[in-house]
């Protein structure tokens, strides 16, 4: 069974700094996502990974992924108040009825603190 | 193009009542995923569906819930007698292909059982 693992859990931050938040996986995969949720909204997709050594950038969010580590991080470089929300990592795996479905990580919650 | 479309957004039931739960694909998309999450966790894969055929239903609760995708309307996921712990967001995403593809999430159905 895939497990996804995220950490920290909880990320309190001032404006400005730098942080990095990391996704571990169990199994390999394909392709694994990046998500933004606001508290009580739907989710907000942010990045799609989709090769080892992929790396994707929109403003101060960068994404990266290595499937031989099975490893993804996500990168806040000068982190501003907006960027407040819960981050969840997701990886795509195959059933045994042959769909693809995502297992999500545990999410973190950033706080950024002025 | 119109997203995807979940309703009701808010559903208040009380224990022991039915939960029906809404959810349009978005144009030409012929496959729907539901997600539930429970508070403070990430979401969790709970049945994948095409049009009239529930294809993977490996996340759902062995009791209670049901999923149907008719040839005509919208998705149906079904809570019979609702429990306090059913109370959750539930997700609906939809995608144009069974694999190699991303899947759209809608805005949610947040779920209160009193």
């Known amino acids: 069974e895939l497990k996804v693992e995220q950490n920290p859990l909880f990320l309190s931050m001032q404006e400005g700094k730098n942080y990095t938040i990391y996704c571990n996986y169990s199994?390999?995969?394909?392709?694994l996502y990046w998500y933004r949720q606001d508290p009580g909204k739907s989710l907000e997709s942010l990045f799609v990974?989709?090769?080892?050594?992929a790396v994707k950038q929109e403003g101060r969010l960068m994404a990266s992924l290595d499937t031989k580590a099975r490893l993804s991080t996500l990168h806040i470089t000068a982190a501003v108040h907006d960027l407040s929300a819960t981050y969840f990592c997701a990886v795509d795996s195959y059933s045994n009825f042959g769909n693809e479905k995502l297992t999500f990580g545990t999410g973190t919650r950033l706080t950024i603190i002025p | 193009n119109a997203g995807v479309m979940q309703n009701p957004r808010h559903l208040v039931r009380r224990r022991g009542q039915e939960a029906r739960l809404r959810c349009s694909p978005m144009?030409?998309?012929?496959?729907v995923y539901w997600y539930r999450q429970l508070p403070e966790e990430g979401l969790k894969f709970m049945v994948y569906?095409?049009?009239?055929?529930?294809?993977?239903e490996s996340g759902m609760p062995k009791e209670r819930f049901s999923a149907e995708f008719p040839k005509e309307g919208p998705s149906i996921l079904r809570i019979q007698q609702v429990v306090r712990g059913d109370s959750a967001a539930y997700f609906c995403?939809?995608?144009?292909?069974?694999?190699?593809?991303?899947?759209?999430f809608g805005q949610g159905t947040r779920l209160t059982v009193v």
């Open positions: 569906l095409q049009k009239e055929n529930i294809i993977d």
């Open positions: 990974l989709l090769s080892n050594g």
């Open positions: 995403a939809s995608s144009p292909r069974r694999v190699n593809t991303e899947a759209f």
């Open positions: 199994t390999t995969s394909d392709r």
């Open positions: 144009k030409g998309h012929s496959h």
